[in-house]
């Protein structure tokens, strides 16, 4: 265990805590400080006696560290001209203490048997003067330490040292004592090897990472600044190391010798530590001496003169993933192929496991590489460059400034800086920001611009204006930077944003060397809590600053590295809001340059001139409107002319307005020389250096130029204020339209982008639009559901339609304007007239469309025919093609069969169509998943898919016309594919987006790419074939995936199915594969279609090796051509290349050839071992020799090896790699879960507990296979989370196996039913548990521990000596476990994961599995040897299994088995189709259709004729077998496989979720079925009914509450409410509201006392009330009686989120998200008073207390209430509804850290950070009315006893761990909370003594007393415990 902790390694300073020297001790001169090459603080140790200053680890030398690492890690650095002494105490294995000391003051080696000294040789710093003086064969010098010694990381292998220089074995590491003089960072242990400067991908490739050597950890590193080398500033030391050293056994840096021409040994390689040991040589010395003398003889004898031979390769040469050696190859199987001959040609494979894509380049062994690339990328590179963005702003629109040569215009839009030729509208990009900018600056002479970005990453970059080039970037250490300011000179860059604790920080950066170096330093700093909108430097003293904000003006100055500032004295106008501020321009050469005016501007019209040498205040003049100036005014009265922002140069100033005027005024401001009115506040002005210009910028997105001797006014650009969320092209007259939330419609001109039309919806948000193809209107969709059509030459409305009731989601017009379609979010999809005026509507259908506002803009596509549309629906899981004039459906699509081949946890949905260009007759859709499929448009076959195209989901997608390529958007970038995938590298990916891209579209004559979302991109397309434009400026940045190496270029598919398994030498021709692998890529496959007409014409497939031996130009697209290529999918078995037809005709010969090939097994066969999988055991070593058939075992033939394969070739190797999640539903996957078990924590013995566990509510429809029933015994067990649940069915009541750490996946009982055994994987420290449980006595016999992940299913042999365990995909390891003694006796490790396990009843030592990609394998375990094996044997699928749904053979996995009677085995796969097969020959003989999904469970019983399956179609189905033998012999005659004709399925019964698990008894008529939605039901086919046993919530569980004495209730995230009986602890009503989650609950208080028993009496009790808040804002009221919803209200417009009722039953008190409480009433439904005081803050907790107030507390009331916020903010209240009185008589606010429990900072004002908090509790005590009990967040955790008399916490009482839950007892005599770390916590209310209690797999957020006090009931995730109350 000591080893576990340790692992992967162990930092010393931080697990003793130095910093507190409690654990550690030091002595003389040591302290803390700041080194500057790390940038972090290290500690040094310094004086003139090393004995006396030290630091020792641990405190005194008789403990003991114990750290079993065998590498030490000291990372230090010697003090310049000092000697300094290290001590280490390792002890050996014999308990002997040896002291390893090491010093620069040691001058030779010497050792004793319990001493090595050795001395330490210091290295001098690369280009230091020590480095030049040093003799020239050494660098490192003896003695002191040089001057310019580098921070040092030395590795001491202890094991290596005891072992050679003490012949001992090393065990662990004592104490550590560093001694003066020296600076130490840090101390590690480890048994890993870690090599500095290599990255993980680097190791990965050469291997070093299977061999324990790894790149240093983060923790371990040193600081590398970027673009330098880590070997160039610091040292990596090794002791010992393969080299000589002078002096011998020193420590010192190993120096790297050059070549030369005598023959030396090489470097030692990377990785290796320590010297490797040599095995002994064999030397044969039984020869005969005669043969001897002769070999002898051959020796000695003269040698004659050689002829000239061809070279022969002398050895081997070393080889790993990184060789550039070209004449060596590595095989399949890891074999080394060496190809003598130097001019061979040999072709190098290389393959990206990250990427999935692989190269291959061909290189001549005789010559060096050629540098020439082979791979095939998309062409031109780039294809696309970025010409012009339409938008300014972003963060905001204060920001545009002048060039200095005032001809560009320089302003921010999102994360781009745009610089605008003002003559031409020519753009050019500053590229580079990963947030919106929001702050630019430019120095005096032009040359260097600064600009820098918002957000909790501001940085600040620094470009050459005139290039373009960023020369330096660097982090601001604030947030939110919002201004910035350049010196005239550029040599100090001023910049002001928010400190972590939302202060004004301003910092003030060196410059000076930013073009030389790239150098940028912090000249000073400050905070300041004055407020700060604007800062400028002063144009005469870069260290001079001048700062505004509201009520101030500041003067700064930089002196002596410090930051200082004066407030100007403002005198009576201390109260104004300055927005901004500058520097008098105009100076006399007499005057000090000091002595200038600072002119700043208010929101009040007051321009304030500030004398900046005496620091006040010179002159105060307000610029008041036309109409006021003569009027007198003081300097509150009246309304001034609101000033943004002002501009000065030498004669005249420009200010900017709220009332969109810019006006000119002169220095005196007497009067307004020019002005110029704009359309909405103007926030930026600048003036040119010449004085004729004037910029000016609006918040409306405008930006014009004001040319002062023309008086003309010029609009440069105009911009949509918010996000743009569709567009459109007019083909007819090269015109945009775009819609944005800013509620406008514009029309732009394509070439110049100027605005044309706008048209503003102020009442309504425009959200789709569509050009008409031939008229100059337009249609638009509304988010109200509303649809018109504008005219745009009139300006006019044609049509306006109101049938969708949601968000247009789609609007389309076909290409012969026709028709116009639109559909909506809530489902409908309506057609209308386009050909008419007026549009009528023709047919309006609902439901047809999937809902949802995830599909907006383009839910529709219209073929480009005109006669079909395509859209996502019914569901999202079907894409429907219906006819374009009538809507009649044509063709429906199912999604979900389209399995993904990239493993999915979820089930795929679909998320855009498309109709690709007429002459592809294509219809692609994108998934959720990110795929993009490409299916047949006229018969909806998949021709062939492309994953992964983007990262987090595809936002639009585009063809052009000529088909030749893709455009997608998502991730914020653009991709243009090469349509037909031919390429190895198929794309080219650019930036720009700073958010989300709402759509993108070629223009029609495809020289142009738009793309929108925060702003209207416009791209150059050079994909027709015309030149890029030379670039000006910078071009966006283009990226695509990197190559591995320099010289492997990317291979292309179709050369990827080379296989060098069965020949050595390369060939010039691709071979025909005979077992193509898995492609991570494409192939290629060519549709040659015939157009003559629409259907009914066959098409010819080309697979493969016919496509290889085309030429790339007769593969390629021309206009004229209808072949289109194709690519195939990925798929595991495509057949041997071949031309079929697909013609309806097509031959049973034509379907014999379609049998896929990919492994076949014959018993005739030399079987080969190891394939399947390698032994994980070393005991159970793989059986090679010949087949052996064993007659007693039904004359079945069992290999002793793994896989037979038909063509002997070599296996497929990359198959045994990690895997992704599978796709089928069977296969567990463990619910995310972020919460860990408390490690420290009080259980109390078990006759001291307070709690007991009575009942567990629910059962986990997340495991499979974890509920197991046996009739005959009356065993019943089922889990919940962690928890194995044994009940009674008879009485109800249970027994809890509690035990397990994670989510329990599967169970498996014995055959005798006495064990039962329960897994669950690993979880933190914890390992994977399978524990076995005794039935009886409920306890736990023993916990085994195998696998490194989940295990996926158990199964007990028939005799029960054995169980077999399998692990999840990650692992694919299958344990066979000895039940006798718990031991290992068998393991193996499968290609592909496995779905499920059962043992054959007819034998007690064979099993079969199967899983994933149709693996079907039949496992023996041999027990004839001295060791167990594991012999395998691969089963062929029929191709009918695989293709039976689909014509293209995807990846059909096998997903359950089930033995029936006579050695039938019946499979399921995940299509549906369940088939049969004789277990005596391994061969299937029958299969059907009998689902239409996947099968995840089948159960049938010896000797029972029936057959049950559950699918994921929620059904549960009995099938008749009878007659399956004669079936089979029939097959057995024909020797083919039999349809299932002559099968019954007798009966169906729907479930509410899909089966994943089932056990019946042995006459099939009554069983036990679980269903993923977390219910158990009881089935009986006899009286065709199921009973519901157990039931849960699916999510989340979110508020319990209890109505009386014998009602619960309890709320979910999915939208239920369910009801419960608390006596039967049985779901009785549930009420389900579907897209909302159901937040909080509760009854009314009119409960009657009579118990609720229908059947009892006449006289019903009146049942309670049901309150429940919703997310949706809304409050429901359900009448248990009549057990329906009676009413709805709606006070809220966010979501409910705390719910009371007052105690005369009369109001509603609930509280929102946003903190108003709502006051309603549930007779009249009506919100009669809503409370404002926690506005800001989400309610997380509302009281009412059933006590009348008193004068004991100061109040009397008939009610008291009280509601906490987020805040930490609680309000009491009394109340007294019949008289409509609410008042509050207390307010508490309870302080906190201004950082979460993470440790994120707290800001004010933001309500995000609420939820990384814990929640504000509050209760009133029942035995005290005076007292408030509150747990939340705090400077503590603790609880809090509040007075209300006092007005005070009376007591506080300390708790372990933050309180998510809290409730007291009605009793008054405990309190229950509940916590993150899974802890129930039971605390006394007096004394605060608590104990805790475990059980639950998930953070506990309810915990809830009954009424009685004698149950507590705890809630984690979807689990409800009920606990006895024992105290």
């Known amino acids: 265990m000591s080893k576990i902790w340790q692992h992967p390694f162990v930092n010393l300073f931080k697990h003793y805590h130095v910093e507190e020297w409690k654990k550690s001790s030091k002595e003389g001169e040591v302290m803390p400080v700041m080194d500057k090459t790390l940038k972090c603080t290290v500690y040094r140790i310094s004086g003139s006696i090393p004995a006396g200053n030290y630091i020792q680890l641990p405190r005194t030398s008789t403990q003991s560290l114990g750290l079993t690492g065998r590498y030490l890690y000291l990372l230090f650095r010697p003090n310049a001209g000092k000697y300094f002494v290290v001590h280490l105490d390792v002890v050996t294995d014999d308990d002997l203490v040896v002291r390893i000391s090491f010093s620069n003051l040691f001058k030779e080696f010497k050792s004793s048997s319990t001493w090595l000294q050795l001395p330490f040789v210091c290295n001098a710093a690369k280009d230091s003067v020590d480095h030049y003086t040093a003799p020239a064969d050494k660098q490192a010098k003896q ?54 400067g290599i990255s993980l991908k680097k190791a990965k490739d050469t291997g070093l990472l299977a061999h324990g050597v790894a790149p240093i950890p983060r923790e371990m590193s040193f600081h590398l600044p970027k673009g330098d080398n880590w070997c160039d500033l610091y040292d990596y030391i090794r002791f010992p190391t393969c080299g000589s050293k002078v002096p011998f056994d020193s420590i010192q840096v190993a120096v790297s010798k050059k070549v030369s021409s005598s023959p030396q040994k090489p470097n030692p390689p990377l990785g290796m530590l320590s010297p490797q040991r040599v095995e002994p040589k064999q030397v044969h010395v039984d020869k005969k001496a005669d043969e001897r003398a002769t070999l002898m003889g051959n020796i000695t004898k003269p040698k004659k003169e050689r002829k000239h031979r061809p070279k022969v390769t002398a050895e081997l040469p070393a080889v790993h993933l990184s060789s550039k050696d070209p004449s060596v190859l590595v095989g399949q199987q890891g074999e080394v192929h060496v190809f003598a001959k130097d001019k061979d040609d040999v072709t190098l494979h290389r393959h990206d496991h990250k990427s999935g894509l692989s190269t291959s380049t061909k290189v001549t062994t005789g010559s060096p590489p050629m540098s020439k690339q082979f791979n095939k990328t998309l062409k031109p590179d780039p294809i696309l460059a970025l010409r012009r963005i339409v938008g300014f702003g972003g963060f905001s629109t204060t920001e545009a400034i002048w060039s200095m040569d005032g001809t560009h215009i320089i302003y921010p839009c999102h994360s781009v800086v745009v610089s605008m030729d003002a003559s031409n509208g020519v753009q050019k990009f500053f590229l580079g920001h990963t947030d919106k900018v929001s702050c630019l600056a430019m120095n005096g002479n032009g040359t260097f611009l600064a600009s820098g970005q918002t957000g909790r990453l501001s940085v600040v970059r620094v470009w050459n204006f005139q290039s373009g080039q960023c020369l330096a970037m660097f982090k601001t250490h604030v947030h939110s930077l919002f201004a910035l300011s350049f010196s005239v000179s550029g040599r100090t860059l001023c910049g002001v944003g928010k400190d972590g604790h939302g202060k004004n920080m301003i910092v003030v950066w060196n410059t000076s060397k930013v073009k030389r170096s790239g150098d940028v330093d912090v000249l000073a700093k400050a905070h300041t809590d004055v407020d700060i909108v604007r800062v400028r430097v002063a144009p005469f003293d870069d260290l001079r600053i001048a700062t505004c904000g509201r009520d101030n003006v500041r003067l700064w100055r930089v002196r002596s590295g410090q930051l200082r500032s004066a407030p100007v004295n403002l005198g009576d106008y201390h109260v104004a809001e300055f927005t901004d501020l500058c520097f008098e321009a105009t100076h006399h050469p007499s005057r000090d340059p000091a002595d200038r005016l600072i002119l700043a501007c208010t929101r009040s019209g007051h321009i304030f001139e500030i004398d900046h040498a005496r620091v006040s205040v010179a002159h105060v003049r307000r610029l008041l409107p036309v109409d006021k100036t003569k009027e007198k005014s003081t300097f509150r009265s009246g309304s001034g002319i609101s000033l943004n922002c002002m501009c000065v140069n030498a004669s005249f100033c420009a200010t900017g307005s709220d009332d969109g005027m810019l006006r000119l005024w002169p220095l005196d401001f007497s009067s307004v020389y020019l002005e110029a009115e704009h359309e909405g506040p103007v926030t930026a002005v600048s003036i040119s250096n010449d004085g004729l210009r004037i910029l000016a910028g609006t918040t409306t997105g405008n930006i014009g130029v004001l040319n002062i001797s023309t008086r003309s006014y010029t609009t440069l650009m105009r911009s949509h204020t918010d996000q743009v969320l569709s567009f459109s092209f007019d083909p007819l007259h090269r015109n945009i339209a775009t819609v944005s939330r800013d509620r406008t419609i514009r029309v732009w001109d394509v070439q110049t ?19 008409h193809p031939s008229l100059q209107c337009f249609a638009c969709g509304f988010e109200s559901g509303c649809v018109r059509v504008f005219n745009i030459a009139s300006t006019s409305l044609v049509a306006e339609h109101r049938e969708h009731r949601g968000k247009v989601t789609g609007l389309a017009f076909p290409p012969n304007a026709q028709y116009l379609y639109s559909c909506c979010s809530m489902g409908s999809i309506a057609l209308y007239d386009a050909s008419h005026e007026g549009y009528q509507v023709m047919r309006l259908l609902g439901n047809a469309v999937a809902k949802g506002n995830q599909y907006a803009p383009d839910m529709l596509s219209v073929s480009g025919d005109s006669k079909y549309v395509a859209y996502v629906g019914p569901s999202e899981f079907t894409v429907t093609v219906a006819d374009g004039k009538s809507l009649d459906e044509m063709l429906r699509i199912d999604i979900t069969s389209m399995g993904p081949d990239v493993d999915q946890a979820v089930i795929d949905t679909a998320l855009r169509v498309y109709f690709s260009p007429l002459k592809a007759r294509q219809l692609l859709v994108v998934t959720t998943t990110n795929r993009l499929l490409r299916l047949d448009s006229r018969t909806g076959r998949l021709m062939n898919e492309i994953s992964n195209i983007h990262r987090s989901g595809c936002t639009s997608i585009d063809v052009p016309s000529n088909c030749r390529h893709l455009a997608t958007a998502g991730d914020k970038v653009v991709k243009i594919w090469d349509y037909h995938m031919r390429l190895d590298i198929n794309f080219q990916v650019f930036i720009g987006h700073s958010e989300a891209i709402k759509k993108l579209m070629f223009s029609p004559d495809m020289l142009s790419l738009i793309s929108v979302g925060e702003a209207i991109f416009v791209w150059d397309f050079f994909g027709t074939g015309r030149e890029p434009a ?7 940045t283009k990226s695509f995936l990197a190559q591995n190496d320099g010289s492997t270029p990317f291979r292309s598919p179709v050369r990827r199915s080379l296989n060098l398994g069965n020949s050595l030498v390369p060939r010039k021709g691709a071979p025909k594969p005979t077992t193509p692998d898995k492609l991570d890529d494409f192939s290629t496959m060519h549709m040659i279609q015939n157009t003559d007409s629409d259907t009914g014409q066959s098409a010819e497939v080309l697979i493969g090796a016919d496509l290889e031996s085309r030429t790339e130009e007769e593969i390629s697209t021309t206009e004229n051509e209808d072949a289109i290529p194709e690519t195939l999918g990925f798929s595991s078995r495509v057949k041997p290349h071949r031309r079929v037809h697909t013609h309806s005709t097509t031959t049973e010969e034509d379907e014999d050839d379609l049998v896929p090939v990919r492994l076949r097994s014959s018993n005739n066969v030399k079987l080969k071992a190891g394939i399947a999988g390698d032994n994980l055991m070393p005991k159970t070593s793989m059986v090679t020799d010949n ?27 990359s198959s045994m790699e990690l895997h992704n999640k599978p796709s089928t539903h069977r296969h567990f996957i463990r619910r995310e879960n972020d919460s860990i078990l408390a490690q420290r924590r009080y259980i109390a013995p078990p006759n001291q507990a307070g709690l007991k566990l009575k009942s567990v509510l629910g059962y986990n429809g997340n495991g499979r296979g974890n509920m197991v029933w046996h009739a005959d015994a009356g065993l019943f067990a089922y889990t919940s989370g962690c928890v194995a649940i044994l009940e009674d069915l008879n009485t109800g009541s249970q027994r809890h196996l509690i035990g397990h750490v994670s989510e329990i996946s599967t169970l498996a009982l014995q055959n005798d039913c006495q064990t039962l055994a329960s897994a669950s994987g690993a979880s933190g420290l914890t390992s994977s548990q399978i524990c076995l449980w005794e039935v009886q006595g409920a306890v736990c016999k023993k916990v085994l521990s195998y696998h490194d992940h989940d295990i996926v299913c158990l199964a007990f042999s028939r005799d029960d000596r054995f169980l077999i365990s399998v692990g999840d995909y990650r692992e694919r390891a299958i344990v066979v476990w000895n039940i006798m003694d718990y031991s290992v006796i068998a393991a193996s490790k499968t290609a592909l994961p496995v779905h499920s396990v059962q043992w054959d009843p007819y034998a007690t030592n064979e099993f079969a599995t199967v899983g994933e990609k149709s693996t079907m394998l039949f496992w023996l375990l041999d027990e004839t040897q001295e060791r167990y094996n594991l012999n395998v044997h691969e089963a062929t699928i029929p191709h009918e299994i695989i293709a039976s749904k689909q014509r293209v053979q995807t990846d059909v996995s096998l997903t359950c088995l089930q033995y029936g009677g006579d050695s039938v085995l019946f499979v399921g796969t995940s299509t549906g189709v369940l088939s049969a097969w004789d277990t005596r020959h391994n061969t299937c003989f029958m299969h059907w259709e009998a689902e239409t999904s996947e099968i995840g469970v089948l159960v049938c019983r010896f000797g029972s004729s029936r057959l049950i399956t559950g699918s994921c179609s929620r059904n549960l189905r009995l099938w008749s077998m009878y007659g399956v033998g004669e079936l089979r012999l029939a097959a057995d005659n024909i020797s083919n496989q039999a349809s299932g004709k002559g099968l019954v399925m007798e009966d169906e019964m729907p479930l ?54 014998d009602l619960f209730a309890s709320s979910s995230e999915d939208g239920s409410v369910r009801v419960w009986s608390l006596s039967e602890m049985e779901q009785t009503v549930q009420f389900q509201i579907q897209q909302q989650s159901c937040n909080c609950i509760t009854f009314s208080h009119q409960l009657s006392q009579s118990a609720i028993n229908p059947d009892s009496s006449t006289q019903r009790a009146v049942l309670p009330k049901l309150f429940a808040g919703y997310s949706d804002g809304t409050l429901r009221v359900f009448d248990l009686g009549k057990v329906e919803l009676v009413l709805k209200m709606h006070p809220h417009a966010v979501a409910v989120t705390a719910i009371a009722t007052s105690a005369d039953g009369r109001v509603i008190l609930s509280g929102g998200q946003d903190g108003l409480i709502a006051v309603s009433s549930p007779a009249t439904g009506m919100t009669v008073r809503v409370i404002n005081d926690h506005k800001g803050a989400p309610i997380t907790d509302i009281k009412v207390s059933m006590k009348q107030g008193d004068d004991d507390v100061g109040f009397k009331s008939p009610s008291v209430w009280m509601a906490a916020g987020a805040d930490r903010r609680v309000s009491v209240w009394t109340a007294d509804w019949s008289s409509d009185k609410c008042e509050m008589i207390d307010w508490l606010s309870f302080p906190a850290p201004a950082f979460a429990p993470d440790g994120t900072i707290i800001k004010k004002g933001e309500t995000s950070v609420f939820d990384l908090l814990p929640p504000s509790l509050v209760q009133f005590s029942p035995i005290d009315s005076d007292t408030i009990i509150y747990a939340g967040y705090g400077m503590q955790k603790q609880i809090q006893f509040y007075s209300l008399s006092q007005k005070k916490a009376a007591r506080t009482t300390a708790v372990t761990h933050w309180p998510t839950s809290i409730d007291v007892s009605p009793t008054g005599h405990v309190i229950a909370t509940g916590s993150t770390e899974r802890l129930v916590k039971l605390m006394d209310y007096t004394e605060g003594s608590f104990q805790d209690f475990i059980g639950h797999n998930d953070a506990v957020q309810l915990v809830a007393f009954t009424p009685s006090g004698k149950l507590l009931f705890t809630v984690a995730f979807n689990e409800i415990f009920v606990w006895e109350v024992q105290v």
């Open 1187 to 1213: 087949v052996r058939s064993k007659d007693n075992i039904g004359n079945k033939a069992r290999p002793k090896a793994n896989i037979v394969r038909e063509d002997n070739s070599p296996p497929d190797i």
């Open 1552 to 1605: 509410d979720g899909a089966v994943v698990s089932a056990s019946f008894d042995d006459t099939m008529d009554i069983g036990v079925v679980g269903t993923d939605a977390g219910t158990l039901w009881y089935i009986n086919w006899v009286e065709r009914s199921c009973v519901r046993l157990v039931s849960t919530h699916t999510m989340k569980i979110t508020d319990l509450a209890f109505g009386g004495q």
């Open 1030 to 1036: 030379p670039k000006e400026g910078r071009s966006p």
């Open 143 to 196: 003695g002191p330490a040089p001057n310019s010694t580098k921070w040092t990381v030395l590795v001491l292998d202890f094991q290596y040292i005891l072992s050679m220089y003490l012949n001992r074995k090393y065990a662990y590491l004592k104490n550590v004592r560093l001694c003066a003089n020296l600076m130490v960072k840090n101390l590690f242990t480890s048994d890993m090897q870690y090599e500095p």
């Open 753 to 771: 982008l100027q605005q044309l039309y706008d048209f503003s919806t102020p009442q309504e948000c425009p959200c789709a639009i569509t050009f």
